[in-house]
């Protein structure tokens, strides 16, 4: 077979849709009722169709599927596809490009994990190459406000598919007893909220060369190299702050997500994080808040909001061990379960 499809019989013009695609990839084009298929042969699909409009163009290849691609025929036309495999079968890199594009979303879904290998000390824990996976909670994640060509990750669960969802915990869970920790603050205050607190500068890691006891410096050259920063807004005041103006944007890499972020609602974050919040996809689909603990995957585990309490100086939000929200000390190591964009 030459890579040309048949023509449709019947009278009328014709119009000639080149399809660059990988040879023995199956490229198909649709219109309504009307489909026109073929093979790529050195490269390339021919593809006869009976009439010009709006086409949809997609392809299977070993059973990896492109993007679809919709084209305007109004005469002969050129068009592209790629073919990509399963997000866990993608290198970082290649996520990152297929991410800026835009298009993430034509082979991807909410939910997809891909594997992740931790090593160094992040605080108080130690990991040697504790293999995990991230998965995706949304595409494009309010992107007027936080950047487009973005995928929006959270760690972690403890399988491909099925599993555990888990966050992190140290030797000091669920104690104030430590100065080190998966603390929000050294001491009891949200002072400053998310933007001064020491969950994000010295747990999380502002940048990508601010690695050391850091998750920064814990996962993977390849997933550092790709990650993206994303602008967050949160209550940056704290001090039981209420105002729309306590709300302010950071640059991170690696963050913890927010009350409006998880529950779509502001209950003990300042009510003004809502406006330039959305609730992430994951979550807004019914996923389960319940995370456990990496340690133990049968023992459920608190884990942290980067959202300061409203209601007092001396707390953070947080996720308790049944899925709901509540407002917990600062000084307390809970669990994290941060999130990144590619």
């Known amino acids: 077979m030459d890579g040309r499809s048949n023509a449709v019989s019947g009278g009328g013009a014709k119009f000639t849709l080149t399809v660059s695609a990988t040879s023995g990839a199956q490229v198909t084009a649709s219109k309504g009722d009307k489909v026109v298929s073929g093979t790529s042969t050195n490269g390339e699909a ?28 109004v ?17 970082w890199e290649e996520i990152s490009e297929i991410s800026t594009a835009g298009t993430a979303q034509n082979y991807w879904s909410v939910g997809d994990r891909k594997q992740v290998t931790l090593n160094g000390t992040v605080g108080a824990l130690s990991l040697s190459n504790f293999s995990t996976y991230a998965f995706i909670i949304g595409f494009n994640h309010n992107s007027s406000r936080e950047g487009t060509g973005r995928i929006h990750f959270q760690l972690a669960k403890t399988s491909l598919s099925g599993g555990a969802d888990i966050c992190f915990v140290d030797s000091n869970y669920n104690s104030s007893g430590s100065s080190t920790g998966f603390r ?17 500068n010295s747990i999380c890691g502002t940048s990508k060369t601010s690695t050391s006891g850091r998750f920064m ?75 456990y603990r990496h340690t133990s995957t ?9 959202s300061a309490y409203c209601n007092d100086s001396y707390g953070f939000a947080a996720v308790y061990t049944r899925g709901n929200v509540s407002g917990f000390a600062a000084k307390y190591s809970l669990g994290v379960a941060p999130g990144f964009c590619v």
């Open 46 to 73: 021919v593809l006869v169709l009976p009439e010009a409009g709006e086409w949809t163009v997609s392809g299977t290849l070993n059973g990896q599927a492109s993007g679809s691609v919709a084209v305007e025929v």
């Open 75 to 91: 005469g002969d036309y050129t068009a592209a596809l790629t073919f990509v495999g399963s997000l866990n079968d993608t290198s």
């Open 298 to 306: 049968s023992s459920t585990a608190l884990w942290w909001l980067r």
């Open 184 to 200: 929000m603050n050294t001491s009891n205050t949200n002072s400053g909220g998310w933007e001064d607190s020491y969950m994000r």
């Open 217 to 291: 410096g814990a996962i993977p050259a390849a997933l550092r190299n790709a990650l993206k920063s994303v602008t967050k807004y949160t209550d940056n005041t704290g001090n039981a702050s209420t105002s729309s103006s306590a709300v302010t944007a950071t640059t991170d890499y690696i963050f913890l997500l927010s009350e409006y972020e998880v529950f779509g609602s502001c209950i003990y974050a300042n009510s003004n994080e809502a406006s330039r919040q959305q609730q992430y996809a994951y979550y807004s689909a019914g996923n389960s808040k319940v995370k």
